[in-house]
C-alpha cells in the first residue's frame, strides 16, 4: 500500500530556509502519471496546496508562494524535496506530503509535521 | 485560480440526523471534486473522489453528488465517528484549491 512520510526540522527562525524531505513507499515516480505535492495548513485553519512533482519532472507552485518553493524528487530513493526560502512566523504550519494519482487526485496523505517559525 | 466556496463553515447536528455541505466552484470544474473528512491531529482521509465516488471502505452514508460547478457532500444518520472537519478540493487544474473547511459539532 501507498505510505508517505515527512521529515525535518520542528523549528525554524524568522528568514531561514526550510528543507522537508518526504519518503514514500507503495509507487515509483517513474509511472505515467504519478506526482508527489505538498499542502500545509496553519493552526487551525484551511489546507493550502504548495507544490506537486510529477513522474516525468514537471513542477507546480502555488502562485502566491513560486518565489519561495523548490520541488525536487529523487526517483531511486523515492524521496521528494521541497524547499521553502525566507520562512516567517505566518508559514507555522502543518505541512503534508501527498500522492497524486494519474486521474490527478490526491489520495493519500502522509502523517504531516508541524513547522515553526519563531525566534 | 478556481475558488471554491464551501458552506456552511460550521454546523451543529445531533447522531441520526442528515447533514448537507456544498461547495461552489467558481468555474466549471467537470466532477473533478473530491471530499475529505479531517480529525483534530491528523491528516486528512478521502471520503469521495469525482464528486460521487465512493473511496473504498468509505460508508456507504457518505455520498456526492453534483456537476459544473456545485458540489454537495451529504451524511445520513451522522454517527459519532463523523464529528470532524470536511474540506472540498478541486483537482480540474493546478493551482490544486481548497474549500474553507465545515466544521461538524456535535448538538
Known amino acids: 500500500q501507498i505510505t508517505l512520510k515527512e521529515s525535518g526540522p520542528t523549528l525554524v527562525k524568522p528568514t531561514q530556509t526550510l528543507t522537508l524531505t518526504c519518503t514514500f513507499s507503495g509507487f515509483s515516480l517513474s509511472t505515467n502519471g504519478a506526482g508527489v505535492g505538498w499542502i500545509r495548513q496553519p493552526p487551525g485553519k484551511a489546507l493550502e496546496w504548495l507544490a506537486l512533482?510529477?513522474?516525468?519532472?514537471?513542477?507546480r507552485y502555488s502562485p502566491s508562494l513560486k518565489s519561495r518553493l523548490t520541488i525536487t524528487k529523487d526517483t531511486s530513493k523515492n524521496l521528494v524535496v521541497l524547499t521553502m526560502t525566507n520562512m516567517d512566523p505566518v508559514d507555522t504550519a502543518t505541512y503534508y506530503c501527498v500522492h497524486r494519482a494519474a486521474t490527478a487526485l490526491i489520495d493519500y496523505w502522509g502523517q504531516g509535521t508541524l513547522v515553526t517559525v519563531s525566534s | 485560480d478556481i475558488q471554491m466556496t464551501q458552506s456552511p463553515s460550521s454546523l451543529s447536528a445531533s447522531v441520526g440526523d442528515r447533514v448537507t455541505i456544498t461547495c461552489r466552484a467558481s468555474q466549471g470544474i467537470s466532477n473533478s471534486l473530491a471530499w475529505y473528512q479531517q480529525k483534530p491531529g491528523k491528516a486528512p482521509k478521502l471520503l469521495l473522489y469525482a464528486a460521487s465516488s465512493l473511496e473504498s471502505g468509505v460508508p456507504s452514508r457518505f455520498s456526492g453528488s453534483g456537476s459544473g460547478t456545485d458540489y454537495t457532500l451529504t451524511i445520513s444518520n451522522l454517527q459519532p465517528e463523523d464529528f470532524a472537519a470536511y474540506w472540498c478540493q478541486q483537482y480540474y487544474s493546478t493551482p490544486l484549491t481548497f474549500g474553507g473547511g465545515t466544521k461538524v459539532e456535535i448538538k
Open positions: 512533482i510529477y513522474w516525468d519532472d514537471v513542477k
